[in-house]
């Protein structure tokens, strides 16, 4: 087992690795039930760096009582919304006071690089936390004027309250671990829910530490509780648990479909953030190199494991070819390695399975008569690193330019009228974002409102606001999360009538 024993703060990551891991149920640290374990793995070496507890139905249902007896002991149900946010914003500084020990857990967790654990996923989580802290408080139902007939008008009082909507099941993915956990977690306190977390079996580790730091912050214990598991046995133990009154999820359509028809059986509340296969459209006024730049980063970002992954890259012919060459240039010079490494700029894939699904994805885009423009090979022989690579010359119904792939491989095509770049956006069963590069505002205008995407940018992509709500058209989910939406997923509606 290689820890590495650097660390920014002087608190190194193997200081939390050097044991295996056990997880969080009500106030204890406990092993699997069954004493089963799951290996850690570094992406970078394939290395196992720590074990985590292979969580099943009886772990599941242990926290699932724990979350349910702590939703309704007096010292949560009684606490003011005050106090919530006071548990929130501690959560968020302790967070942010062992940023970069957690950064570097990520790092090694999930193959990401440091810079970016450092500057994007911690910072965005102690971020969302503080966020959400402050919603604690602002928490409002409503007064309505009743009409019935034959009742005089001032015989009635109507309100509406916002209540917890109860347990909090959440299931997240690997990619940004921590981050989709504050994502679950924030939303989940603010509005008085308790929390059973399934974070991903290959990137466990951060969730584990936020439960520490959440009990450090004085959070009662039960209110949040982590299960770590697989997600065919702990996840879908979740989802099917009756005891949960909420689902949030976030990772594949398939599974989120699976989770969805769990949920229904018990009514259980559910919120869906799911894939997404988002166009990056460049129409020709745009500066080449600018938006060759920006199709860069959308897709090459975190590896391409993000869910907003610009991984179709549609050019208005006259700079077609000066863009495609732009971003090949970009994919050309990127210095793959591992995360920890400061000059690396891709970062490996998270599993090997992950590699395997990128490296299958590459070869049946050939076979469909795909073009390499770029890249196109596993990168070295150990730890599971994949080159940034792009395709073109395929046809629409090409599997690769429908389906998502969660790596760096990018499909690009030209078009040439404005007026048929929306059906080719439009043209997948996702609709999770898109981004639009152009500096014609009448363009950028008319595009806007017939594009089928939660998210669209313009000169930009990827970029997120905790104001913002967040969310997928079509198959890329249900809901929105972030801003004044996400209490909507954490409340239930109460309707008052009171005759005086
Ligand atoms: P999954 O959708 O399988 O994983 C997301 C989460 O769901 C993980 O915690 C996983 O646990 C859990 N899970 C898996 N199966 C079940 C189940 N039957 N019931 C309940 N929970 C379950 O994504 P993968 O990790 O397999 O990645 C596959 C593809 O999914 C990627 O290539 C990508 O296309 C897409 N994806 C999309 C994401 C997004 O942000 N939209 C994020 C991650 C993946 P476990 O990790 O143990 O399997």
Redesign the pocket.
């Known amino acids: 087992m290689t820890i590495p024993t650097t660390s920014v703060s002087g608190e190194p990551a193997s200081r939390f690795l050097g044991r295996p891991r056990s997880m969080l149920i009500g106030a204890e640290w406990r092993d699997a039930a069954s004493g089963a374990s799951i290996d850690v793995r570094d992406p970078a070496t394939s290395e196992t760096i720590t074990t985590v507890p292979s969580a099943d139905g009886v772990d599941v249902d242990l926290a699932v009582q724990a979350a349910r007896a702590a939703f309704e002991s007096s010292e949560w149900s009684a606490a003011r919304p005050v106090d919530r946010e006071r548990w929130l914003l501690r959560l968020a500084d302790l967070v942010e006071a062992h940023a970069p020990q957690i950064a570097e857990i990520e790092s090694l967790d999930n193959g990401k690089p440091l810079l970016i654990a450092q500057r994007v996923d911690v910072p965005s989580a102690v971020d969302f936390l503080r966020y959400c802290a402050g919603w604690a408080t602002k928490l409002e139902g409503t007064t309505v004027d009743l009409s019935m007939p034959g009742f005089r008008r001032n015989e009635f009082v109507g309100y509406t309250r916002r209540e917890p909507v109860g347990v909090v099941g959440a299931?997240?993915?690997?990619?940004f671990p921590l981050l989709m956990a504050a994502w679950k977690v924030g939303p989940a306190l603010a509005t008085g829910c308790t929390v059973v977390l399934?974070?991903?079996?290959?990137t466990p580790l951060s969730a584990l530490r936020l439960a520490e730091l959440a009990l450090e912050a004085g959070l009662p214990a039960g209110v949040l509780n982590v299960v770590t598991?697989?997600?065919?046995v702990a996840?879908?133990a979740l989802?099917a648990h009756p005891g949960i009154d909420k689902i949030a999820?976030?990772?594949?359509t398939a599974?989120g479909k699976?989770?969805g028809k769990a949920a229904i059986e018990n009514m259980t509340r559910i919120s869906l953030?799911?894939?997404?296969k988002s166009p990056v459209i460049v129409l020709d006024d745009a500066d080449p190199k600018v938006a060759a730049s920006g199709a860069a980063n959308a897709i090459f970002f975190n590896s391409g494991q993000v869910?907003v992954a610009g991984s179709r890259l549609y050019v208005q012919r006259r700079v077609y070819d000066a863009v495609v060459e732009g971003v090949s240039a970009i994919a050309a010079k990127m210095r793959i390695g591992p995360g920890l490494d400061p000059k690396t700029q891709l970062g490996p894939l998270v599993s090997e399975k992950?590699l395997r699904?990128v490296a299958d994805y590459v070869k049946v885009g050939i076979d469909e008569g795909g073009t390499l423009v770029a890249g196109g090979q596993r990168h070295g022989e150990r730890g599971w690193f994949h080159q940034p690579t792009i395709l073109a010359g395929l046809p629409e119904s090409a599997r690769i330019v429908q389906e998502?792939?969660?790596g760096p491989v990018l499909v690009a095509a030209p078009f040439d009228d404005v007026e048929e770049i929306a059906a080719l956006a439009n043209g997948t069963s996702y609709g999770l974002s898109a981004s639009i590069w152009s500096n014609d505002l009448k363009r950028v205008h008319r595009l806007i409102p017939r594009l089928k995407a939660g998210t669209i940018w313009v000169n930009c992509h990827g970029l997120l606001d905790n104001a913002l709500p967040f969310g997928g058209y079509k198959q890329s989910g249900i809901g929105r999360e972030m801003g004044r939406a996400m209490i909507d997923l954490y409340t239930e509606t109460k309707s008052v009538m009171m005759m005086h």
């Open positions: 299931i997240i993915p690997w990619n399934k974070p991903a079996e290959d598991g697989y997600g065919p996840g879908a989802a999820f976030t990772g594949s599974v699976l989770i953030e799911l894939g997404g869910c992950q699904r998502e792939i969660f």
